[in-house]
């Protein structure tokens, strides 16, 4: 279940966010997923102090970009924009993905073998797996979370959660310089 919470300033949005999406660019990098002389992202909705959504691709790559999620509590991963057009397609998709990643790491724990602290690692992360594949499944059922707000956003009464929106792709550097937050009710104007 979604729980109520007080709105979310911009500013105390972008300092929650920005660190998140400057840390996933650089884990993407790290890893090889995306690659280019410069890296571009920009979030796509949130769900402030908790989860955020981006999409992150090369300079020049834009029709080749991943969606990634992350939080500071939250696990950090990453698909291809092929795998859903939406921000709630996505959350759809990693909570699917999220289940049956808890599944298997249920067969590992249980494989002949497998040392008691390796089990109750395995298991512990399962759990943490499962709580966050429900949460996001609870979110991608909710609509009206999801809608797109005109550009530029603005923040609603509501306040808790967070959709952004752009008519361009925006940099990395401009995608986190001056979002407002916006969600459930009507938007008002900021």
């Known amino acids: 279940m979604v729980e109520q919470k007080a709105p ?5 949005l972008k300092a929650w ?4 999406l400057d840390a996933t660019v650089s884990r993407l990098i790290k890893a090889g997923v995306v690659k280019g002389a410069a890296v571009e992202a920009a979030p796509m909705w949130a769900e402030p102090n ?27 991963d990453h698909v291809p924009g092929s795998m859903a057009r939406t921000p709630q397609e996505v959350a759809r998709h990693f909570s699917l993905k999220w289940q049956m990643d808890a599944e298997r790491l249920l067969a590992m724990a249980n494989k002949q073998g497998v040392t008691e602290k390796t ?14 594949a429900e949460h996001l499944y609870d979110l991608s059922r909710l609509d009206e979370i999801w809608k797109q707000p005109a550009w530029p956003p603005a923040i609603s009464k ?13 940099p990395l550097q401009l995608a986190t310089a ?8 009507a938007a008002e104007p900021s």
């Open 158 to 170: 509501a306040g808790q959660l967070t959709a952004f929106e752009s008519h361009r792709e925006l």
């Open 178 to 185: 001056s979002h407002s937050s916006s969600a459930l009710a």
């Open 50 to 76: 908790r989860v955020l959504i981006a999409k992150v691709w090369g300079t020049g790559q834009r029709g080749q970009f991943f969606w990634a999620i992350t939080g500071e509590d939250y696990i950090s």
């Open 8 to 12: 979310v300033a911009a500013d105390e």
């Open 17 to 20: 966010y920005k660190p998140l």
């Open 119 to 132: 089990a109750r690692h395995l298991q512990v992360h399962r759990e943490k797996l499962i709580r966050q």
